[in-house]
């Protein structure tokens, strides 16, 4: 089985900042892409963020400049560096990697549980 844990949510008043995390778990052949995905009440779920496996890196129009995206390998670990925050970036931020897990011979989608993000203006 695998698992996306994220931590690091929280209040945040406009302005300020927060770093997510990204943990995965499991019996993990390799990690592909990885990235944070974020939906607002009411809203669909958007892009945030991608990094692939080698480092390029992907963003939203609306945060570029403000977050980062990084990982490490080694720990199967992504992190979302948010600066300059907005209250319009609230929202429940979503951890997604492409994983190919030990039990299969392709890789799949896998998801984290969501951490809350509240920005106050």
């Known amino acids: 089985q695998v698992q996306l844990v994220e931590s690091g949510g929280g209040l945040v008043q406009a302005g300020g900042s927060l770093r997510l995390s990204c943990a995965a778990s499991g019996t993990i052949v390799r990690i592909d892409n990885m990235g944070w995905y974020r939906q607002a009440p009411g809203e669909e779920r958007d892009l945030v963020a991608t990094?692939?496996?080698?480092?390029?890196?992907n963003y939203a129009d609306s945060v570029k400049g403000r977050f980062i995206i990084s990982r490490d390998s080694a720990k199967n670990t992504a992190y979302l560096k948010m600066t300059a925050l907005k209250p319009e970036d609230t929202a429940v931020y979503y951890c997604?990697?492409?994983?190919?897990?030990?039990?299969?011979?392709?890789?799949?989608?896998?998801w984290g549980q969501g951490t809350q993000v509240t920005v106050s203006s």
């Open positions: 990094i692939t496996n080698g480092g390029d890196t």
């Open positions: 997604h990697a492409a994983v190919r897990p030990s039990w299969l011979p392709k890789f799949s989608d896998y």
